[in-house]
């Protein structure tokens, strides 16, 4: 009769359990210096080897060349354990012998010596589902059990275990398996059985089985029953519903370009396919992470599972995505995973996740928004501009012609100069009124409140120094003109400091963009 893989190579020492090497050197030097505890909690994730652990130890305590870190495996007592037949050790599914009456059954038969071998072994499974009632019946038996007995306790939820049990037992956690060293152990048994399989198709699998040597070996099973002795990547991933590295390149691709329609068109393609979107989405959160680990570690880092061809491709997909968008691809990703599990429309749900990914593709670092406003202010710096290809800085421009001055610039001209001279309530001013230059003549529409301002004979002097030549300046009052409501007066030191932050180019730039309200102007030398 066929037996699978998972049960046909399942360790049968401690040298062969892979990963586990704490919990392996703990309990083979505890067996070789006759130090065997009573109890033993055995947790970590499905799939790492926690039951077939159990089995090895109560094989090492009960070979008749024993008690043996190495059993012999061909005393009746090892064959036994390992047929699951020995009468001496004793396997309880938890999940269905949960009660109290169960686990009183158990303390009754904790009292009988063993038939034949030296030690009474119980290996419990799933043990975070007994009863708090049934825990309790057990707990005085744990405490203090008879010599021959001892306790193991299999779970994949060590906290559920209540204290008052854990304390009494030695803990062991195992490790979720290392990607290399599991489709090392896939390759060594296609190996044995006769299968080719390239390094791709083993890290599909084990990619499938997410560090369970079980899973990963359930799976190798069925693709073999569905390829035959030669496995191909492309049908294996159909098989196990995974998503090439290809088709989550697309949406890499697309917020690369920043195109929209490509993402709808993934979507349909999936839908058109059959594929199960909670699952692509989950596949797409994992990709960004991959990405972001590829960007920060490079591509010979051992932190995303994954083959070396891969691992390559990542880090070139990664290098044209900063740290900070892949974070936020990664983010909004993990909260699109979270939506479709409650979504009536899944289709939906994804169109309008990836669209936001695209849409977040768009956004700026709110240092290069500031950079940017702080260029694109009313008195940008002189730059002398520098040649991409030579590098080699081009000659000064010409100063302008004061005569051909363009009126907003004469605007930003006159502000400049005012906020440099200090005369912040003439800046505020200017700031305020409509200015234009036409010939020799400087008009200039301003509010009730800012013609005495205006008027000033300091202004008219910044006036000739600014455009380099006498300009005939003329002031009408216009009501349309933006009014500051109780102008202060310029020898106010709070009001001043008001004048001079909010006439400042940076600040006008960005509440042109930004918007808001300024309601508080603090001088943080007081």
Request: hydrophobic share 40%; with cysteine.
């Amino acid at each position: 009769m066929y037996q699978v893989i998972a049960r046909k190579y399942r360790p049968q020492t401690f040298q062969d359990v892979v990963n586990q090497e704490h919990v392996r050197t703990t309990l083979e030097n505890a067996i070789r210096q006759q130090r065997i505890g009573h109890g033993y909690i055995f947790s970590g994730q499905r799939g790492t080897g926690k039951t077939t652990v159990a089995r090895i130890l109560a094989r090492c305590l009960n070979c008749v060349q024993g008690p043996a870190s190495v059993p012999c495996g061909v005393c009746p007592s090892c064959q036994e354990i390992t047929a699951g037949g020995a009468m001496d050790v004793i396997e309880i599914d938890a999940a269905s012998n949960r009660g109290i009456n169960e686990m009183r059954e158990l303390r009754e038969n904790v009292r009988f010596q063993p038939a034949r071998d030296r030690y009474k072994v119980f290996i419990v499974d799933e043990a975070h589902q007994i009863t708090n009632e049934a825990f309790n019946a057990l707990l005085k038996t744990i405490e203090e059990p008879p010599p021959w007995v001892v306790f193991v306790l299999c779970t994949t939820e060590a906290h559920k275990i209540p204290a008052t049990i854990a304390s009494r037992c030695q803990h062991f956690s195992f490790r979720s398996v290392d990607f290399e060293e599991l489709t090392a152990r896939m390759a060594w048994i296609c190996g044995q059985e006769g299968i080719e399989a390239d390094a791709e198709v083993l890290a599909v699998l084990a990619q499938a089985g997410e560090g369970s040597v079980r899973d990963s070996l359930s799976a190798l099973d069925q693709a073999i029953a569905c390829c035959g002795s030669k496995l191909d990547a492309a049908e294996v991933r159909a098989l196990l519903g995974a998503f090439a590295l290809e088709s989550l390149e697309r949406v890499a691709q697309a917020l690369l370009t920043s195109d929209s329609g490509r993402m709808l068109e993934v979507v349909d393609e999936l839908e058109r396919s059959g594929h199960n979107l909670q699952h692509f989405s989950r596949e797409l959160a994992r990709y960004f992470r991959n990405l972001l680990v590829a960007r920060i570690a490079g591509a010979q880092t051992r932190l995303v599972a994954a083959s070396d061809a891969q691992r390559q491709k990542l880090a070139e997909t990664a290098a044209a995505f900063s740290e900070e968008d892949l974070t936020r691809y990664l983010q909004l990703s993990l909260d699109l995973f979270r939506d479709l599990q409650f979504s009536l429309q899944p289709r939906f749900h994804l169109e309008l996740g990836l669209i936001r990914l695209v849409y977040a593709g768009r956004l700026l670092p709110i240092e290069q928004a500031l950079t940017e406003l702080k260029g694109d202010g009313p008195a940008p710096r002189a730059v002398r501009p520098t040649s991409l290809a030579t590098g080699v800085a081009s000659p000064p421009p010409a100063p302008p012609v004061p005569e051909a001055a363009p009126a907003a610039d004469a605007r930003s001209r006159l502000h400049t100069r005012l906020s440099e001279k200090g005369l912040s309530h003439l800046a505020d001013a200017v700031d305020h009124s409509r200015v234009t230059l036409a010939g020799a003549e400087l008009e200039i529409a301003t509010a009730k409140s800012y013609k005495l301002y205006l008027e000033d004979k300091q202004f008219a002097e910044i006036v000739r120094e600014v455009f380099g030549r006498p300009v005939r300046i003329r002031i009408t009052v216009e009501e349309s003109a933006e009014p500051v409501p109780d102008a202060p007066l310029p020898g106010s030191d709070q009001d001043d400091a008001a004048h001079r932050a909010l006439a400042n180019p940076e600040v006008r730039r960005f509440r042109e963009v930004f918007g808001g309200e300024v309601r508080t102007v603090r001088n943080l030398k007081e």
